[in-house]
């Protein structure tokens, strides 16, 4: 009731707000009921951006449906609501009928699959080609099971692709149409990149509107990064080339891709602090050639453009803007070098910060209300104000709200600090790290969580632990050996399993009752040292006489901590330990801005205490709750009340964490498999979690030796 009291004060006033509350608090009716109150009242659509799919389902799925139904009565009509996504993500019309030209696909596979992979994908297209007989929406979520992004290419086209209004078919376009059905509603669900990319390029595919709630917001900043990140690689620019076409810039163009291998190749791998001499005359050669290539493809004035021509255009411009942005040396961006296994090596540049970009882009235009269980970091929302542009001069004004939470966590929770143990090394964890896991589980008779800081740590703790728990009937999971939805419904429905991984367990893994009684975290979740983007911020902020460690390293730590902890408590009843089996978080000086952050658990560093109350949780638990399965949802966000989406192969859930796969990932996790890749090379080779690969090995119907 405070939360939502607050947002409707925040629209009044025309002022921004950042509100922290808990699981379990109901922020999303918090904000949805004062949000479609708003859009009633002035007939503008509110629009709310989340960073996850699952969270994007349970807005659409479930919560605003009851808000509806609770809602018509007073309203007199139902509120309406609509999910928006990005264009490539619908059926087009015009490819569908021969509009634009196939993929070349033989031109993406090694010779050994071109059979075996042509008839897979013959196969899907033919499904989606019937499926695009029946649909009303083209929306791919809605085709189950899923198909490859290899098939969903040749149906589909990017934005950049488009022919926009020219297009002969634009009447029947599955896209139009969703857009101009979504300016007749309340509420629009999207997620942060689609509404970082209307808002910074300006291309006005969301209705006007003066109010946005952005959920998740702590994600916010990382995933507008990633939105503006921009890469160039040998295979980029060869593409380009080929779609370019026969003439005398396409060829000039081709010329480069030999070039941008080698020098890419030679450069070290890591952060470039002025960019070589070879680099500048690589990308001076690619940017003209580039431009070149624009100029002739560009139609004569009165001539429609066709979609060939359109896709050359798309790919040659992505190789043009990359070149020169790198080119452009501007201070505030970084640039980097990463080598790839199977790619090659890749240029990379990122923005230093999105601040100023934020807050011009973003916060000028409208009211936002930005909500979060961990907002606050060490009692104070100033680093995360800091990351969007709320701070310094000229920064708008702005309220901060922590409601708190439901759950009384001093009762239901302790925060154990294993003290005793030496700080974490660089050379993986020792034998009395894993002597202090096994006696953990044990006391717990299985029932954790284990979040550790990389892949590698929780593998060895995995092995370890199934080796000295085989006598006590304890069952260990470890992320990657199969689809985190299906791992955690095991980890859920079992009392005597536990479940290990990495990042994409700290945040979004929802498993109340008496399951997850046990959360251990191994080691203070600080970035990679080696980390371009987290030590250029770094540098530039100790350059300015700011505390570049506090700010870029501990509050990553702080956030990460903060969402790990919170995996423990998720309802009234739940009861439980966070074990930090990292020394420094009591004794470092920075120790206490990480505890700030936590939730009040009842802090204690006593070994006996906490194995003795784990063995009476134990004892005394109840029956598990097992995790409800994904629903599925119809056209314009209605959900259907009958069969659920099935797991392995639904789009919302195979592709895992909100990662969106790209074309060249899909056909590098192809020539892998052809190859005989082990699943842990093919994750290190891609720099994703094993359970990410994994899913989406599932949903493209390919299995990885062993």
Known sequence: MRMARAVERAVEREEHLLVQAGTGTGKSLAYLVPAIAHAVRTGKPAVVATATLALQAQIVDRDLPRIADALTPLLGRRPTFALVKGRSNYLCEHKLVGGFPDEDEDALLSMGTVDRERGRLGEEVVRLRQWAEITESGDRDELVPGVSNRAWRQVSVTSHECLGSKCPVVAECYVERSRAAATEVDVIVTNHSFMAIDAFEGRFMLPDHDLLVVDEAHELTDRITSTITDELTSSTVSVAARRAGKGESAARLAETVDLVAATLEELPEGKLTALPDRLVTTLQLVRDAARAALSELKPEKGTEVDGATQMAMAAVEDVFDTAERVLTDDELDVVWISHDPRRGSVLRVAPMSVAMLVRDKIFSERTVVLTSATLELGGTFDAV??????????????????????????????????????????????????????????????????????????????????????????????????????????????????????????????????????????????????????????????????????????????????????????????????????????????????????????????????????????????????????????????????????????????????????????????????????????????????????????????????
């Not at 870029?552 to 930090?580: E, K």
């Not at 259907?640 to 797991?647: A, E, I």
């Open 385 to 706: 104000a800091g990351t969007i542009g709320l701070r310094g001069a000229g920064s708008p004004a702005w309220q901060g709200l922590d409601v708190g939470s439901p759950f009384d966590y001093p009762q239901q929770g302790i925060a154990y600090v294993a003290a005793h143990l030496p700080p974490p090394g660089r050379d993986g964890a020792g034998p009395a790290v894993f002597d202090e896991i096994e006696a953990l589980v044990r006391a717990a008779g299985g029932r954790t969580l284990g979040l550790f800081s990389s892949r590698r740590a929780a593998e060895a703790a995995a092995e370890q632990m199934r080796e000295r728990l085989a006598d006590a009937g304890i069952t260990v999971l470890c992320q990657g050996e199969d689809q985190m939805p299906t791992l955690v419904r095991r980890f859920a429905s079992d009392a005597s399993t536990c479940l290990f991984g990495t990042m994409s367990l700290w945040q979004g893994v929802d498993v109340p009752g008496p399951a997850c009684q046990l959360v251990l975290i191994d080691r203070i979740p600080f970035p990679r040292p080696d980390d371009p983007l987290s030590s250029a911020r770094t540098e530039k902020i100790s350059s300015m006489g700011g505390n570049g460690f506090m700010a870029v390293s501990a509050t990553h730590a702080a956030l990460r901590l903060a969402q790990g902890a919170g995996r423990l408590i998720r309802r009234g009843d739940d009861r439980g330990v966070v074990a930090f089996l990292d020394s420094r978080m009591m004794s470092a000086r920075y120790a206490g801005f990480l505890q700030r952050s936590l939730p009040p658990f009842w802090p204690t560093s006593d070994r006996d205490l906490v194995l003795g109350a784990l063995r009476r949780l134990d004892a005394t638990a109840g029956e598990v709750v097992p995790v409800a399965e994904p629903g599925a949802r119809g056209i314009g966000g209605a959900p259907l009340p009958t069969d659920p989406v099935p797991v392995a192969r639904s789009p919302r859930t195979a592709v895992t964490g909100g990662h969106a796969w790209t074309d060249e990932q899909d056909e590098e996790l192809r020539d892998g498999v052809e190859a005989g890749v082990p699943l842990e090379e093919l994750s290190a080779h891609l720099e994703l979690a094993p359970d990410l690969v994994t899913a989406r090995l599932n949903q493209l119907g390919l299995a990885v030796g062993a």
